[in-house]
C-alpha cells in the first residue's frame, strides 16, 4: 500500500457503565382512583416503590468514568452514583471490558449499562431507558507518522484498530475499510500506534481524547482525520427488566437534571445532548 506522506493495563478496559440491577421488591400501586377524586375523596397515596439491591458495572473511560486516581470516578461515573442515591442505592462499581459488559447486560438477570451506542443490531436485544449524550466519531493517526491523511482510497487499505464490542468494526467495514483490528482497551490501542503495527484508530472523541489525558498524552499529537458517525449514546438495560422498573430509573434520572446535577456531569464531560 502506498502512502503520500509517511512520516503519524489493566486487563479491565473501555467503553461503559453497567448496573447490575435486581427486581423490584414490590410491585407499583395502581394509579389512584379516578372516581374517588370525582366524588370529591382524596385519592390513595401510591405506596413507594423500592428496588432491590443495584449492583454498578462499569469499563474504565477516563475521564468518563474510571476507578483509580486523581478526578475518578469521572463524570459518568458522578452521575450513576447519584442515580443510584435517586434510587436507595449506594452504587460501587466492578469493571470489564466493554464486550464483557455488553455480554453481561444481554444476558441479565437484572442489568443496566452504560455508555452504550443504540445500533439496530443491539435494538432487540436489550431494553433501552434513556438518551444520555452524543458521540462522534473520529479517525485519528500519530502526527509524527502522518504530515497529512492520504486520499480517502487508501485508507480504506490501512489498518485501522478500534475498541472491541463497539459499533466501529462493522461501521468501518461497511464504509469498504478492509483492515479493521480490534482491541480490547485503549492502552493496547496505543500501544499498537506506537509500535506501528496499526496506522489509525477509529474511535468516540471524548472516549479517545480521555485515553490520551489518562496515559499524559497530548491530543496535539495526533492528527485528527474524517467523522463518520454521530451517534446517541444511552442508558440501556437487560431484556429481564420491566417497564415499571425503568419508569422508576426514568423518573429519578429525570430529578437528576432538575436540579442541574445532569447539566453539570454534560458540562464537566464536555459532552453534548
Known sequence: MRWWSP???NRRAAGVAVLSLGLLSQALCAPADINAQADGHDAPEAAPVSLAALHLVSSELPPLIFARGSGSPGALGELLQDLGLELGQNLQASFYPFARAIALTRRGPGVLMAPLVRTPEREKLLRWVAMLY???YVLYGKRERWLQLPPEADLQAARVVVLRGAISR???RGLGFMHVIEEADYPRILRRLDEGTVDFVYAAEPTFLGALQSA?????GFLEGPSYDTREVWLAASPDV???????IRLALDKLKRDGRYAKFLQKARLKL
Open 7 to 9: 512520516v503519524l493495563g
Open 134 to 136: 452524543q458521540n462522534r
Open 170 to 172: 462493522d461501521r468501518l
Open 216 to 220: 499524559g498524552r497530548e491530543p496535539a
Open 242 to 248: 420491566s417497564e415499571p422498573q425503568l419508569q422508576q
